[in-house]
């Protein structure tokens, strides 16, 4: 998966002042089959409608949007219906995501209708898959609000799965959850990323999240890539302000000195980031590791790093959630 130069813009609300509001401006990323790309930001800086644009389920004002090496943009409602069962999203809530009054069995089996399965065929991809994500046979014949948030998750995967996807778009699929309910998802996450060798873009706003599933981190501020790299790059060599913000943000557990600590930092790296020129095109600064800042400025870069700065490349990467700084 692969898109360029994404912009959308959504009409302001009746009886604003204000004009169109641009949710997605300028994104450029690619996902490579078996990795996972998080993709982080505060809430409202177009996460989750990247995500929708890459499957098309919302229509970009202007860019490309490519799925194994086909144009998504350019496909009839026709061709796109036959390129759906690759391309799979699991959503945020499971219980809104489901549909209340069809049982567990149908919920999971709906995704095979293009196929045109047999109904022994039906059934035993629908219990091969039950038995993927980890839930017993048992529940087939359950409602939705019979099953615990990680049952009803744990379906929602189900669902996207089951038709054979070779695309997955992660949207905060856990943070409707408990913690513990958390942690085996995100291990089932994994598990299935690596058995499967999905492309998957995982959509968070917890950094602690992003940093466990992802192999590449994408940071998104006002409707920008801002930052772009292997996940060690982002979480160690942060270079952007704005991720050091975030990343400040992002309790340690441990105990500190004073009440006040930290504080000050995070007032200049607010500085910094009112300074940046929000429209400054991503720079390698390292290899895989884009930054957007503009070429003669060094403050938010670190030592040494404005020197290896490169003409504008194009993301390749995987994205990082944010927390709200």
Excluded at 100 to 122: C, K, T, W, Y
């Amino acid at each position: 998966m692969a898109v360029h130069g994404l912009v959308k813009r959504f009409h302001a609300p009746w009886g604003s002042r204000s004009g169109a509001i641009t949710a997605v401006d300028g994104v450029s990323l690619h996902v490579a089959r078996g990795e996972t790309l998080g993709l982080v930001g505060e809430s409202g800086s177009g996460k989750s409608t990247v995500g929708r644009l890459m499957l098309r389920l919302l229509e970009p004002d202007c860019g490309e949007v490519r799925f194994e090496g086909r144009d998504l943009t350019a496909l009839s409602g026709r061709d796109l219906r036959r390129l759906r069962p690759r391309m799979q999203i699991v959503f945020q809530n499971p219980y809104s995501a489901l549909n209340p009054r069809m049982r567990v069995r149908d919920i999971i089996g709906f995704n095979l209708r293009a196929a045109h399965p047999s109904a022994s065929e039906r059934r035993n991809r629908v219990a091969e898959v039950l038995q993927l994500v980890g839930l017993d046979a048992d529940i087939l014949g359950r409602h939705p609000h019979q099953l615990s948030g990680g049952q009803a998750q744990r379906v929602g995967i189900a669902r996207a799965l089951v038709s054979g996807p070779t695309f997955l778009v992660a949207d905060e699929p856990v943070s409707a959850l408990d913690l513990s309910v958390q942690a085996e998802i995100l291990n089932l996450f994994g598990d299935l990323q690596r058995r499967l060798e999905l492309a998957c873009v995982f959509i968070s706003h917890n950094l602690q999240v992003v940093r466990h599933v992802a192999h590449r981190v994408a940071v998104m501020h006002a409707g920008r890539i801002v930052e772009l790299g292997p996940r060690e790059a982002i979480y160690e060599r942060a270079q952007h302000p704005y991720t050091r913000l975030l990343l400040s943000a992002v309790p340690t557990g441990s105990a500190r000195a004073g009440e006040t600590a930290g504080r000050p930092d995070r007032q200049l790296l607010k500085e910094e980031l009112r300074a940046l020129d929000p429209a400054a095109p991503l720079r390698e600064v390292a290899p895989g590791h884009l930054v957007a800042i503009a070429a003669a400025a060094s403050s938010p870069v670190a030592p040494g790093a404005a020197s290896a700065a490169a003409p504008v490349a194009r993301p390749a990467g995987r994205a990082q959630e944010s927390t709200d700084a």
